[in-house]
């Protein structure tokens, strides 16, 4: 939050639970701070894990951070056009690699805040992660850190 250099506006982090039985901790945040927009930061299955099928994941560790389109075949975040465009000139702009996700299973946080209220432009930065659910997950510190930049370097775009 020290990174981020945004006047006029309220940006609140919000570190949520249980996003796995029923994204409660997501729904319960969202309706309470009744958002402008929303972005969310994930982990996504990267396509470079053993036994994960190209057509199952793409996405690769080391290179970049992963700006989700949409996920659960459409049941989860359909990510706003607006947030999208922001987040890829973003990336663009400042040389930050990225990777762009369709993921086809399962959810984020994303899912739940832009269906809360009358709807909140949402979108989904993750980082691809090898063995999610896991009792070791592995990610490459670069995602992290680009997915870090690259939603701090967006934020004046809201």
């Given at each position: 939050m020290r990174q981020v250099?945004?006047?006029?506006?309220?940006?609140?982090?919000?570190?949520?639970?249980?996003?796995?039985?029923?994204?409660?901790?997501?729904?319960?945040?969202?309706?309470?701070?009744?958002?402008?927009?929303?972005?969310?930061?994930?982990?996504?299955?990267?396509?470079?894990?053993p036994y994960i099928k190209e057509n199952e994941s793409s996405l690769k560790l080391g290179e970049g951070p992963a700006i989700t389109i949409t996920e659960a075949s459409g049941r989860g975040v359909v990510t706003h056009p607006k947030i999208r465009e922001i987040l890829v000139k973003t990336a663009v702009e400042k040389k930050i690699p990225y990777q762009v996700d369709v993921l086809e299973g399962g959810m984020t946080?994303?899912?739940?805040?832009?269906?809360?209220?009358?709807?909140?432009?949402?979108?989904?930065?993750?980082?691809?992660?090898?063995?999610?659910?896991?009792?070791?997950?592995?990610?490459?510190?670069?995602?992290?850190?680009?997915?870090?930049?690259?939603?701090?370097?967006?934020?004046p775009g809201f």
């Open positions: 250099k945004v006047k006029d506006a309220t940006i609140y982090a919000v570190a949520t639970a249980q996003e796995e039985v029923g994204l409660k901790g997501a729904r319960v945040s969202a309706f309470k701070i009744d958002p402008d927009y929303a972005i969310a930061i994930d982990t996504t299955i990267a396509g470079d894990t946080d994303g899912a739940i805040i832009y269906i809360t209220r009358a709807g909140v432009p949402t979108g989904v930065v993750s980082i691809p992660t090898r063995y999610i659910h896991g009792p070791s997950s592995v990610f490459c510190l670069d995602d992290l850190n680009n997915s870090i930049k690259l939603v701090v370097c967006a934020l």
